[in-house]
Structures are given as structure tokens and as C-alpha cells.
């Protein structure tokens, strides 16, 4: 089992800037990649990136050149740096977890796939 918890999110103003960090806990040592989704009100669960063990990154076209995942050294602590920060921005972003998008490429922007989630944590961009 990996527990995980977001923390980070708040309101902004459009081209701002935030940082969302997920914290890990439990069987931290096995090999996931941790993911970052967000769902708006009315809207299906959408991926925004993720960074494999190897540290190898995927990005949504959407927020591609202004989010920034990462991990720490110890690979118990993710990050979302996220800049120019848009109205449609605006959702509850979700940590993940997951062994399938470690190993398949077509599992990474798969919500299903992820094994392990967070609680979320809201992102506000005013216009």
C-alpha cells in the first residue's frame, strides 16, 4: 500500500504560479510512477503528467512548457510546478500512483490504471 497526500493548492490570479506537492508514505521503495490528474466540476478526470521512477516525464499538450513534475531524490515526495497558470487551470488536482504506467506507455494518461490515490487538493485561477 502507498498513501498519498496533496498539499499546495490555493487561489491565484491568471499567470500566476503554484506549487502542488504530493506526499508518499507506506511501501514507498516499490517501483510506481506518480502521476498528476485534475477534474473539474462537470468534467471527466483529465491526466496532466507524470514522472516515472527513472525520472522520465509525459505531459498533457495542455500544460505542456508550463508545468514542471518532479521528484525527490528519495522519490517520497512529488512536485507539480505550475506557471502562467490559466482560468481553465481551475480543477481538483489528484496525486497518483501506479505500477502499470511505470511499465506501459500506454497506461500514463489512463486514470484507471493508477493504483494508489489522494484526497486532492483544489487549484483556483481567477480570471
Known amino acids: 500500500q502507498v498513501q498519498l497526500e496533496e498539499s499546495g493548492g490555493g487561489l491565484v490570479q491568471a499567470g500566476g504560479s503554484l506549487r502542488l506537492s504530493c506526499a508518499a508514505s507506506?511501501?514507498?521503495?516499490?517501483?510506481?510512477?506518480m502521476g498528476w490528474f485534475r477534474q473539474a466540476p462537470g468534467k471527466e478526470r483529465e491526466f496532466v503528467a507524470v514522472i516515472t521512477w527513472g525520472g522520465i516525464t509525459y505531459y498533457a499538450d495542455s500544460v505542456r512548457g508550463r508545468f514542471t513534475i518532479s521528484r525527490d531524490n528519495a522519490k517520497t515526495t512529488g512536485y507539480l510546478q505550475m506557471s502562467s497558470l490559466k482560468f481553465e487551470d481551475t480543477a481538483l488536482y489528484y496525486c497518483?500512483?501506479?505500477?502499470?504506467?511505470?511499465?506501459?506507455?500506454?497506461?500514463?494518461?489512463?486514470?484507471?490504471?493508477?493504483?494508489?490515490w489522494g484526497q486532492g487538493t483544489q487549484v483556483s485561477v481567477s480570471s
Open positions: 507506506g511501501r514507498t521503495s516499490t517501483r510506481y510512477a
Open positions: 497518483a500512483a501506479g505500477y502499470a504506467p511505470q511499465q506501459f506507455q500506454e497506461a500514463i494518461s489512463d486514470w484507471t490504471r493508477y493504483d494508489y
